[in-house]
């Protein structure tokens, strides 16, 4: 026999009183699993704006685990607002090095210098921050100073649309609108602070995207995916995130004991980090296809018969939206060489000193 799909009344026709209680069962659930259940993190229990902000900026595109070692170093070094915005920017960055999104390490840095040494302590002032978005703000704002600002992230996203049944896709404006007016909803305005770190919990750990842990779940009685049993279709995603390749061709100098970087100005990945010459291709090229453009002729100017040794083929990184391919040459010119005179001249042994991209690293670590 067909089951009769069971779908939620639209909140209109929701009783006041029938839907306080859902939220309030909603939220306790949580609440409870979440004493029992919270990651430790280093984070964790802080009620100081800076350090929360930190954290969440961490923890925007990266996930807990590679985040954890790198908050703490960043908050060891730069303890509060008045330090970060002293220090310099290439400091930041190479604080930075290894995590991705660069413009976090830059907005950060823009926005504590922005606070003259004192967090703001309202919503409009945090949201106004450089870098920081509703989600962050509302974070910050519940957790440093408990105001009933509901998260509304990927996992909330995934639990709210689960448990209350909704197929509107999360991607469009609508989806958006429906599932932060629920989030609002939700929220436990005696204690947003708590409820806020228990729904991110939770959809980190038990609502998860694959293979969620519904037979163990507080909230499985009132779950309407777990009913329809469309756990696995929810969140609905309308467009799919769509990937380019980019084809990078990196020359690692030896002039004696020096090498050669810069610094990518452009906006674009990575921007801000050091690296060496880079010439981009639009597709894979060979060894004689790469050395005949005129991009590499120039930067070996004056130099007719170079060394040169392809190191690395093809490394493969995945990025967000990207994916770079990237072919590694060693080239070998006299020490006095003039070439590569748009680069900064630095020592081999001294390019630990400079925040690099992962991928540069990469090499650095094989060659
Ligand atoms: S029952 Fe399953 S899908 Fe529903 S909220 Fe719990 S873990 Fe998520």
């Known amino acids: 026999m067909l089951q009769k799909k069971y779908t939620p009344p639209p909140l209109a026709e929701i009783h006041e009183d029938e839907y306080s209680t859902v939220c309030s069962r909603f939220s306790t659930n949580i609440i409870r699993w979440y004493n029992e259940n919270k990651r430790e993190l280093p984070w964790r229990g802080a009620t100081d704006p800076y350090t929360i902000w930190v954290s969440e900026i961490i923890l925007q595109q990266t996930r807990v685990n590679q985040g954890y070692d790198y908050f703490l170093r960043f908050i060891e070094r730069f303890p509060d607002v008045r330090t970060l915005a002293e220090a310099h920017e ?11 999104y660069y413009s976090r390490a830059r ?12 967090f703001p302590d309202t919503y409009e002032g945090i949201i106004a921050l450089k870098g920081v978005g509703e989600y962050t703000a509302a974070a910050i704002c519940s957790i440093a100073y408990d105001m009933p600002y509901p998260v509304v992230d990927g996992n909330v996203f995934r639990v709210v649309s689960r448990y209350m049944g909704i197929e509107t ?3 469009s404006g609508r989806g958006k609108k429906e599932i932060t007016g629920w989030a609002n909803r939700l929220i436990d305005r005696k204690c947003p602070a708590l409820y806020n770190q ?5 959809g980190a750990l038990l609502c998860t995207p694959k293979s969620p842990g519904c037979a163990e ?5 009132g779950c309407t995916a777990l009913a329809n049993g469309t756990v696995s279709k929810l969140p609905v995603k309308k467009n799919k995130t769509k990937i380019t390749n980019r084809y990078f061709n990196y020359i690692y100098v030896h002039a004696g004991e020096y090498t050669y ?6 906006d674009d990945i990575w921007k801000n980090l050091f690296e060496l010459p880079l010439i981009e291709t639009s597709r894979a090229v060979t060894e004689e296809e790469l050395t005949a453009l005129p991009e590499f002729r120039n930067l070996i100017a004056g130099n007719e018969s170079p060394v040169i040794k392809l ?3 093809q490394v493969k990184h995945v990025l967000s939206h990207r994916v770079v391919y990237a072919d590694f040459y060693e080239v070998t010119l006299p020490e006095e060489t003039r070439s590569f005179a748009a680069y900064k001249r630095i020592k081999k042994n001294e390019m630990n000193q400079y925040a690099i991209s992962r991928l540069v690293q990469i090499f650095l670590e094989k060659k």
């Open 90 to 100: 290439d400091e930041v960055m190479k604080y930075w090095q290894g995590l991705g």
């Open 107 to 118: 907005n950060l840095h823009a926005a504590a210098k922005s606070m003259n040494g004192a």
């Open 169 to 171: 896709p999360i991607d």
């Open 198 to 202: 228990a729904i991110m919990d939770f």
């Open 217 to 221: 779940c507080p909230l499985a009685a």
């Open 261 to 266: 970087i810069r610094k990518r100005a452009e």
């Open 311 to 313: 190191s690395l083929r």
